[in-house]
């Protein structure tokens, strides 16, 4: 019964509420996780103490307030969801509070190290003109990995200029992609695409080398062996190139609620947190060139 719970949660957010894959994943790994923990307890008999309990033994594990809070935010959802359904009569979670998280800065990549990445496929190659045109496309516009990747030829506009994406709970917003990038994506769609196509029907935006869709994990690797080419040691993540695009605005003085359209994030306080990076990029600006720096 408690295995199909979770299932049976997992497919009514997903459903009501449109959340991505990953988030599903992360949600699902959470629950079954605990519900392993408490061996033969149904989850709807949990109590505050076992949630505690839980919690504190992965304290004392070492798992990191983030992944802790996490754990939190996924229980308290569906124990939400189960009180709703009248599941449960009480909500376990509802005295549970969240372990502090401090604002964990992302690593962005100065303009310089984002140019060297850029120049590092070879492009007289279908497959490194493929990567230049991805590349490309992340830092003009600034989208999620899983939405670069999930791009349809049909999500294109040449005429105007923009792609139209899907986001997080099915939002749709027009990012536009700049005279640049959309210069790569022509030459990509009119050559190398082709190659990669091979006589072969798909919507799919960018091909691997068998002709199927590109994945996040394969254009992980992409990246990294890039940033290796190209002498960037930063620890890269899988949105590096989307920080970097947000910031970069703001140190060019864009609007924050600009950037928060563009990046297609719901809260303005989610976009807040690059205001901290443009800021330190600012006072070493000033502490660099300023006479009394």
């Not at 497919?11 to 996780?33: F, K």
């Not at 691997?208 to 992409?222: C, D, E």
Request: proline share 3%; net charge positive.
């Amino acid at each position: 019964m408690t295995i199909n719970l979770i299932d049976f949660f997992l497919d009514t957010v997903w459903v009501e509420q449109g959340l991505s894959p990953n988030t599903l994943s992360a949600y699902g790994s959470d629950l079954h996780i605990f519900e392993k923990d408490l061996a033969n307890k149904a989850l709807v008999d949990v109590t505050e103490s076992d949630i505690t309990a839980f919690l504190a033994k992965r304290f004392r594990a070492g798992i990191s307030n983030r992944s802790s809070a996490r754990i939190v935010s996924s229980l308290r959802r569906f124990y939400g969801y189960l009180l709703r359904e009248g599941l449960v009569s009480v909500d376990p979670t509802a005295l549970i509070e969240l372990p502090h998280v401090g604002h964990l800065l992302p690593i962005s990549l100065t303009e310089e190290d984002v140019e060297q990445l850029l120049a590092a496929p070879e492009i007289t190659h279908h497959l490194g003109l493929r990567d230049r045109t991805m590349l490309e496309m992340l830092y003009a516009t600034g989208l999620r990995v899983s939405e670069l990747v999930g791009l349809t030829v049909s999500q294109v506009s040449f005429r105007q200029g923009v792609v139209r994406i899907t986001g997080k709970g099915n939002k749709e917003r027009l990012v536009p992609v700049g005279e640049e990038a959309m210069s790569w994506l022509e030459k990509y769609m009119l050559s190398a695409r082709l190659v990669l196509l091979a006589a072969r029907q798909s919507d799919d935006l960018f091909l691997t080398s068998r002709g199927s869709g590109m994945t996040r994990q394969a254009f992980w690797h992409i990246i990294k062996r890039y940033a290796k080419k190209a002498g960037i040691t930063k620890e890269l993540s899988p949105h590096t190139l989307r920080h970097a695009f947000a910031t970069h605005l703001l140190n060019h003085g864009a609007d924050l609620r600009v950037v928060q359209l563009l990046l297609g994030h719901a809260d303005l306080s989610t976009t807040q947190i690059y205001t901290h990076i443009a800021s330190a990029r600012l006072k070493d600006l000033h502490a660099k060139f300023h006479p009394r720096g």
